[in-house]
């Protein structure tokens, strides 16, 4: 961590200036990028900022100077060990790094008023967190949180709808990635349809219960939770990382419409209630004559599916471009702002509270068994 980031005394805080062309028509403004961490998100990031016409890479920061230098080499940019080599040289930044890191190297930027985007979670804990919302707040720089999955082209066309879920049910199951072990599966896997379940659901957190399983780590590898919120609507969420297969679907329930879809396969489908009220009024005449036995009738037959409208855009692609658009002209909002991923992690930190409760009260019982046969 200090090689990254050397001494605080060896930091010279500066403020930059993003450089333009076009004569400063924001249209054409190009922003200077990096990345932080040359590891399996990091290089995504690297990838998607070498190609978008707003951004220039100029490079790639890692405690290992080779990964640093194998990922620069792919873009003919910088390679370098420390955050202190490119501070005069970049307008924006992603920290690709592991969660225990990402406040110490925020804080570098954010004092030098470079924007930050960090990957999903914002930090290790709320602590760490809201130390982050507070510099980004003091220092009037500009933190986005890459939580990709927000601008998943499923989630895109979920939100475009706009409709008021009643009961949301996710589940982010994968074998395990032998990777992430700073973390467990809540704040690595689920705190994607945290972030998700959040934006749909448009309501402050009344209660949530959790119960968690760690087989393979200290920390969970398993997780199911349900969250109440004030308005009405409840969420439950089931994330493991030791499944046998990769599954990431979501069905919400409103009384607009049904909708279940499937990030994976970027696919989903739409049942609204308007079209379908005809059905409804069929059956209950058709109960009331008895002229038809509805045990002969195949359910989906009847209903009017409508595929969703889905994009297919690259979502880490979207959520740089609109990072950048942010970075470019402040009016603006990222896809998803510091003050969203600190809520994201509230409700995580919520959750493991909830297991680590429910953990003890379990081991607990488990003594008193033990105590009873003896």
Known sequence: MA?????SEDIKYVKIENRKSGGGNPAYE???????GAGKMGAIHAKVYNSLPRSELVA???IAAEKAQRLAHQFNCLATT???????KVDAVTIATPTVTHLELAKVFIKNNIAVMVEKPLAVNVREGRKIVSLAKENNCLVAVGHSERCNPVAQAMKRLNIEPKFIEATRISPYPFRSNDVGVVLDVMIHDIDIILSLAASKIKRIDAVGVSVVDEKEDICNARIVFENGCIANITASRLALRTERKVRVFSRQAYLSVDYFKKSGIIIKADPNANVVEWIKEQRASGGLDLTTVNWPDLLHIEQLEIDDKEP???????????VVNRALAPEVSA????AALKCAEKILA?????KYHWEAESEDESTTKD
Do not use: Y
């Open 60 to 62: 790639v920061v890692d």
């Open 316 to 326: 880490v692609r979207l959520q740089q471009e609109a990072f950048l658009r942010a």
């Open 354 to 358: 909830s297991i680590k409760k429910r």
């Open 339 to 342: 003050e969203e991923g600190l």
């Open 82 to 88: 420390s955050c202190a080599d490119i501070l005069d």
């Open 30 to 36: 190009r922003v200077r990028t990096a990345v932080v």
């Open 3 to 7: 090689d990254i980031l050397r001494s």
